[in-house]
């Protein structure tokens, strides 16, 4: 009956996965912000974990990779070895889930084992969510925040990116996937509780009982 709640929990953890994996690979966590009266803008900046692109008047598109790791400032290598975390926990819960489906013979016919296995991988899928709401509402905080500083020149303020906006998306799918995957878990651990109960104490034997019991032991029989 809860067949449905684990094939929805998986998908929505392979899309989430698909998510992690271009928030951290797309240049487009902060963008040039077009700030003043002109409407004619010739370059376009995008700021990314690993590269900077420019894209000049929609005809030339470069990109160039960032030359040294020990240069970067720790808000951003911070943020890569987040991703990076978020990207392997969403491929390891994504494979949990499968060797926990009903038609994955990995873990033999043992349903029990199986339905730890999807509990698992909910509970990974949640943590990846987390862990990738840090890097991006971080980020997202620092432009917010020196958008809005007065001190800071107008040429070098940023905005949010579209690789942000796909982070937010992937957290909040893994968030379903993993919370659809552990209350599949619990469902089935009620079910089974309820379908085996625990076994009640034996009453204790009267005295008469335990005399027949006592000529019983006691009784041969010869041949």
Known sequence: AFYPLQIAGLVCGFLGMVGTLATTLLPQWRVSAFIGSNIIVFERIWEGLWMNCVRQARVRFQCKFYSSLLALPPVLEAARALMCVALALSLIALLIGICGMKQIQCTGANEKVKVYLLGTS??????????????????????????????????????????????????????????????????????????????????????????????????????
């Open 122 to 223: 909910g509970v990974l899928f949640i943590l990846t969510g987390i862990f990738i709401l840090i890097p991006v509402c971080w980020t997202a905080n620092i432009i917010i925040r020196d958008f809005y500083n007065p001190t800071i020149n107008a040429g070098q303020k940023r905005e949010l990116g579209a690789a942000l906006f796909i982070g937010w998306a992937s957290s909040a799918v893994l968030f379903i996937g993993g919370g659809l995957l552990c209350g599949f878990f619990w469902c089935n651990r009620k079910v089974q509780r309820q379908r085996y109960p625990a076994p009640v104490d034996c009453a204790p034997r009267t005295e008469k009982q335990r005399n027949v019991t006592v000529i019983s032991k006691s009784c041969t029989s010869y041949v």
